[in-house]
C-alpha cells in the first residue's frame, strides 16, 4: 500500500468542501451532506480495496478520469447500481472537484477529464403504487395492542396521507403537526422548503390519541424511535417491511411488491389523481418544483386513459381503398427497373 504523503493535501480540501462549501456556504441540510459522505466513503473503499491506496494517503491525483470511470463500473457491476445512482455518485464528485479547480488551478486539466465523463441514459420507468385496499391492509397491520405498534400505525397512515418523503416524515417534531385550527401539517422538504398538507379526519384522530403518549415537547420528535430520538430512514423502512411481512398473509398480493416509503409517495400521488385532484395541486401536495414531475403519474394510470378514451367519439367514417390516378398506373408499369 502507499504510504501517508506529506503533501498530500487532498484529505484538506475533502474536508474544507465539507466543513466550509457544503455547511458554511451552501447551508445543505444534513440529509443531503449524509448522501455525499456516503459517496466518498464508497470511493476510498474502492480505491483502498481495488487500488491498495490507503484512506490516508489518497491524494487529488488519485482522483483521475481512470480511476473515477474504475468507481462506476464498480458501482453498477459490482454493486449493481442503477444508472441514476451511478449519476449521482458522478455528480457528488463532479461537485468536489469543481470546488478543487478553484483551490489547486493546477488540477484544473485533470479535472476537466473527469468533468467530461457523461451521464449516463437511462429508461424511466412508470412510478409503481398500491391501491387503496392494499395501503389499507399495510396501515392496518401494526399491533395497536404495544407502543411501537401504535406509532407505527399513525406513521404510515401520516406518510399516505401527506405523500411525504420518507426523510420529511423521520423529521417531524410535534410543533409540525396543528390539529387544532388548520388541522393540518408542515413539511420541510428538499432545500428547506417548507410545505402544508391538510390532514384527513382519520390521521388527524390517530395523531391527537398518538401525542397523549409523548412527552409534551413541541421540538421533540413526532414518530421517535425506543431511545426517544428521531426515526432514522432505515429505521423508518424496517418498520414498513414488518408491517408488509403482517399484511402479506392476508394479501398475498403484496409478496410479489417491492414496497418502499416511495412507493407509498407514489401511491398518494394516484390516489389524488383518480379522485379527480387537479394535477398542479397534486404537485404542490407532493412538494415538487416542476409540474412536468407530476405528469408521471397521468402516464401510469391506464384507468384514466380509458375512461378518457370512452369520452371520445369513434370515427363512423367507413374505410375506402385508395385508387391510384390513370397516369399513376401508367408511370408504375412502364418504370425500366434496368
Same mark, same amino acid.
Given at each position: 500500500?502507499?504510504?501517508?504523503?506529506?503533501?498530500?493535501?487532498?484529505?484538506?480540501?475533502?474536508?474544507?468542501?465539507?466543513?466550509?462549501?457544503? *455547511?458554511?456556504?451552501?447551508?445543505?441540510?444534513?440529509?443531503?451532506?449524509?448522501?455525499?459522505?456516503?459517496?466518498?466513503?464508497?470511493?476510498? =473503499?474502492?480505491?483502498?480495496?481495488?487500488?491498495?491506496?490507503?484512506?490516508?494517503?489518497?491524494?487529488?491525483?488519485?482522483?483521475?478520469?481512470?480511476?473515477?470511470?474504475?468507481?462506476?463500473?464498480?458501482?453498477?457491476?459490482?454493486?449493481?447500481?442503477?444508472?441514476? !445512482?451511478?449519476?449521482?455518485?458522478?455528480?457528488? *464528485?463532479?461537485?468536489? $472537484?469543481?470546488?478543487? +479547480?478553484?483551490?489547486?488551478?493546477?488540477?484544473? %486539466?485533470?479535472?476537466?477529464?473527469?468533468? #467530461? &465523463?457523461?451521464?449516463?441514459?437511462?429508461?424511466?420507468?412508470?412510478?409503481?403504487?398500491?391501491?387503496?385496499?392494499?395501503?389499507?391492509?399495510?396501515?392496518?397491520?401494526?399491533?395497536?395492542?404495544?407502543?411501537?405498534?401504535?406509532?407505527?400505525?399513525?406513521?404510515?397512515?401520516?406518510?399516505?396521507?401527506?405523500? #411525504?418523503?420518507?426523510?420529511?416524515?423521520?423529521?417531524?417534531?410535534?410543533?409540525?403537526?396543528?390539529?387544532?385550527?388548520?388541522?393540518?401539517?408542515?413539511?420541510?422538504?428538499?432545500?428547506?422548503?417548507?410545505?402544508?398538507?391538510?390532514?384527513?379526519?382519520?390521521?388527524?384522530?390517530?395523531?391527537?390519541?398518538?401525542?397523549?403518549?409523548?412527552?409534551?415537547?413541541?421540538?421533540? %420528535?413526532?414518530?421517535?424511535?425506543?431511545?426517544?430520538?428521531?426515526?432514522?430512514? !432505515?429505521?423508518?423502512?424496517?418498520?414498513?417491511?414488518?408491517? *408488509?411481512?403482517?399484511?402479506? =398473509?392476508?394479501?398475498?398480493?403484496?409478496?410479489?411488491?417491492?414496497?418502499? %416509503?416511495?412507493? &407509498?409517495?407514489? !401511491?398518494?400521488?394516484? #390516489?389524488?389523481?383518480?379522485?379527480?385532484?387537479? &394535477?398542479?395541486? &397534486?404537485?404542490?401536495? $407532493?412538494?415538487?418544483?416542476?409540474? #412536468?414531475?407530476?405528469?408521471?403519474?397521468?402516464? +401510469?394510470?391506464?384507468?384514466?386513459? =380509458?375512461?378518457?378514451?370512452?369520452?371520445?367519439?369513434? %370515427?363512423?367514417?367507413?374505410?375506402?381503398?385508395?385508387?391510384?390516378?390513370?397516369?399513376?398506373?401508367?408511370?408504375?408499369? =412502364?418504370?425500366?427497373?434496368?
Amino acid at each position: 500500500m502507499k504510504t501517508k504523503s506529506q503533501n498530500n493535501n487532498f484529505a484538506v480540501l475533502l474536508q474544507n468542501y465539507f466543513y466550509k462549501r457544503l *455547511i458554511e456556504q451552501r447551508n445543505y441540510t444534513r440529509d443531503t451532506v449524509s448522501t455525499y459522505r456516503y459517496t466518498f466513503k464508497l470511493l476510498l =473503499e474502492y480505491l483502498r480495496d481495488k487500488h491498495k491506496i490507503s484512506p490516508d494517503a489518497v491524494a487529488l491525483k488519485d482522483l483521475n478520469s481512470k480511476n473515477i470511470l474504475g468507481f462506476l463500473r464498480y458501482l453498477e457491476q459490482d454493486r449493481h447500481n442503477g444508472a441514476n !445512482s451511478r449519476n449521482n455518485r458522478l455528480a457528488t *464528485i463532479r461537485s468536489f $472537484l469543481k470546488y478543487t +479547480a478553484y483551490q489547486v488551478p493546477t488540477s484544473l %486539466p485533470m479535472v476537466q477529464k473527469v468533468l #467530461a &465523463i457523461p451521464m449516463k441514459r437511462f429508461q424511466k420507468t412508470l412510478p409503481k403504487y398500491l391501491t387503496r385496499e392494499q395501503m389499507q391492509a399495510i396501515m392496518d397491520a401494526p399491533d395497536a395492542s404495544t407502543w411501537s405498534g401504535k406509532r407505527d400505525r399513525v406513521l404510515l397512515a401520516t406518510l399516505y396521507n401527506t405523500g #411525504a418523503r420518507v426523510s420529511e416524515v423521520a423529521a417531524l417534531k410535534q410543533s409540525d403537526v396543528d390539529i387544532d385550527k388548520s388541522i393540518s401539517v408542515t413539511l420541510t422538504g428538499k432545500g428547506r422548503k417548507q410545505r402544508v398538507v391538510p390532514l384527513w379526519k382519520s390521521t388527524t384522530k390517530q395523531i391527537k390519541s398518538w401525542l397523549k403518549y409523548l412527552k409534551t415537547e413541541s421540538d421533540s %420528535p413526532l414518530f421517535p424511535n425506543v431511545c426517544g430520538n428521531f426515526m432514522t430512514r !432505515s429505521g423508518i423502512e424496517k418498520r414498513l417491511k414488518r408491517a *408488509i411481512e403482517k399484511a402479506s =398473509e392476508s394479501n398475498p398480493e403484496l409478496k410479489k411488491k417491492t414496497i418502499t %416509503p416511495h412507493v &407509498i409517495r407514489h !401511491s398518494t400521488a394516484m #390516489a389524488l389523481l383518480q379522485s379527480g385532484v387537479d &394535477i398542479t395541486v &397534486i404537485a404542490l401536495w $407532493l412538494g415538487h418544483e416542476s409540474i #412536468a414531475t407530476t405528469h408521471m403519474y397521468v402516464e +401510469a394510470d391506464l384507468a384514466m386513459k =380509458e375512461k378518457a378514451l370512452r369520452k371520445m367519439q369513434e %370515427p363512423t367514417q367507413k374505410a375506402k381503398r385508395y385508387k391510384a390516378p390513370d397516369k399513376l398506373l401508367k408511370f408504375l408499369q =412502364e418504370l425500366d427497373l434496368c
